[in-house]
């Protein structure tokens, strides 16, 4: 079955950057859009960033717009989330998501913690 790991969060200063990576496997990764989410609680898991199966589409919350990069390298079957100018505002759990582009079924990943803090 779809499997999702993220990695690459920790904690970093205000204005500062990571990279996270989310890894998958189980089935043909350039068939499936995948998206990165953010959570933190007592919140509704919101959608950052989304990009197709052929990266011919991508998206941004207008709140990340001009300092993430979402990208995907489908030989590798991994999507990036690069993040730069971080904001203690940045601060949540960020999820992997991945959704076929025929037929149904979407997965998420298990999730990695991303603290802005000085």
């Not at 030989?75 to 993040?83: G, N, R």
């Amino acid at each position: 079955q779809v499997q999702l790991v993220e990695s690459g969060g920790g904690l970093v200063q205000p204005g500062g950057s990571l990279r996270l990576s989310c890894l998958f496997s189980g089935a043909t990764f350039s068939m499936f859009t995948m998206s990165w989410y953010r959570q933190v609680p007592g919140k509704e898991r919101e959608l950052v960033a989304a990009i197709t199966n052929t990266g011919g589409t991508i998206n941004y919350a207008d709140s990340v717009k001009g300092r993430f990069t979402i990208s995907r390298d489908n030989a590798k079957s991994t999507v990036f989330l690069q993040m730069n100018s971080l904001k203690p505002e940045d601060t949540a759990v960020y999820y992997c998501k991945a959704v076929r582009t025929i037929g149904r079924g979407s997965y998420w990943g298990q999730g990695t913690q991303v603290t802005v803090a000085s």
